[in-house]
Nanobody, 121 residues
Framework: QVQLVESGGGFVQAGETRMLSCTAS????????MAWYRQAPGKERELVAS???????DYAESVRGRFTVSRDNAQKTVFLQMRRLQPLDTAVYYC???????????????WGKGTLVTVSS
């Protein structure tokens, strides 16, 4: 069994910086791409940032230059540093990690429960 635990959400003011983290536990034998998604009210879930096993990153245009995704493989953790937060960044943020839960198993995508980030003007 695999569990993803997110932390770092909450209320922030526009212009501030916050850090999100997501740690995998349980039957984690290998990890592929790690990513952050978000969903705002009335909007579709969108990819915010991703980082592959060779540390290639990708960002949504709306956050590029402000957000930074990183990973710590030993700790099985992915981070998202969010700088110069704007009210439009308000959303539920979900981590998504490709994990093989068996030694020779296929990589599967696992989701966290989501953490709400509310940015006030």
């Amino acid at each position: 069994q695999v569990q993803l635990v997110e932390s770092g959400g909450g209320f922030v003011q526009a212009g501030e910086t916050r850090m999100l983290s997501c740690t995998a536990s349980g039957s984690v034998f290998s990890i592929g791409t790690m990513a952050w998604y978000r969903q705002a009210p009335g909007k579709e879930r969108e990819l915010v940032a991703s980082i592959t096993g060779v540390e290639t990153t990708d960002y949504a245009e709306s956050v590029r230059g402000r957000f930074t995704v990183s990973r710590d493989n030993a700790q099985k953790t992915v981070f998202l540093q969010m700088r110069r937060l704007q009210p439009l960044d308000t959303a539920v943020y979900y981590c998504n990690i490709e994990i093989a839960s068996e030694r020779y198993g296929w990589l599967k995508q696992y989701w966290g429960k989501g953490t709400l980030v509310t940015v006030s003007s």
